[in-house]
């Protein structure tokens, strides 16, 4: 299947970590993307990590990959409120040439 | 500014008139593609074009016609829109003939009633 999973909600207080899961299915996936939607505007690509790879950190931005149970995850340290958007993860399947998007977490920081 | 426009950035129709939702690229990117954002669904891909006179079907092309005939422009065209195409478009491009690191437009908001 083709199937990316997410969990659709996250609350967290600022200045805490936020953890958001993504689960995939291809294992030909070579590219795991993450991106930011921010209200009324369209995605941006946060970071990427190559399938070789197990980590992947740049600034507050930390992403671990578990190849054996494809599980991806971006881990936002001391979030803030300009943090707040919907994530998305999304898998570039080399099998298919197809890029596949989660159905996306909803960040809220509250203060 | 190297980006990605769309236009128009919100339209509301009636079911079975003709429109275009144009998108363009200043970045000289070869790959384009159209996106639909619906709750709970996430994105899904509408077609896709890997250069100038190719293009593709995505996951759910039916309803919607694209052309490339220039590398910067990708319109969308919905010959008779119907409610269910009611949505969030999204344009995007990628450096690359493929579909990895891609930058997205802002976004069309259409309700067709």
């Known amino acids: 299947g083709e199937d990316v999973e997410q969990s659709l909600f996250l609350s967290v207080r600022e200045g805490d970590s936020s953890v958001i899961n993504c689960t995939y299915t291809d294992s030909s996936s070579t590219y795991l993307y993450w991106y930011k939607q921010e209200p009324g505007a369209g995605l941006q690509l946060l970071t990427y990590?190559?399938?070789?790879?197990d980590m992947k950190q740049d600034q507050r931005l930390t992403v671990l990959l578990n190849k054996k149970d494809k599980h991806l995850s971006l881990r936002i340290a001391d979030t803030q409120t300009g943090d707040s958007a919907i994530y998305f993860c999304?898998?570039?399947?080399?099998?298919?040439?197809?890029?596949?998007f989660g159905t996306g977490t909803r960040l809220q920081v509250f203060p | 500014e190297a980006q990605v426009t769309q236009n128009p950035r919100y339209l509301i129709t009636v079911t079975g008139k003709k429109l275009t939702v144009t998108c363009s690229q200043n970045?000289?990117?070869?790959?384009m593609s159209w996106y639909r954002q619906d709750p709970g669904l996430g994105l899904r891909q509408i077609y896709y074009?890997?250069?100038?006179?190719?293009?593709d079907k995505g996951d759910v092309p039916e309803g919607y016609k694209v052309s490339r005939k220039e590398k910067r422009n990708f319109p969308l065209i919905l010959e008779s829109p119907s409610p269910n195409q009611t949505s969030l478009y999204f344009c995007?491009?990628?450096?690359?003939?493929?579909?990895?690191?891609?930058?997205f437009g802002p976004g069309t908001r259409l309700t067709v009633t």
């Open positions: 970045m000289n990117h070869e790959y």
């Open positions: 074009s890997m250069n100038v006179e190719v293009t």
């Open positions: 995007a491009s990628s450096p690359t003939g493929d579909p990895y690191e891609q930058y």
């Open positions: 990590i190559f399938s070789n790879m």
């Open positions: 999304a898998e570039y399947q080399s099998s298919t040439d197809k890029l596949i």
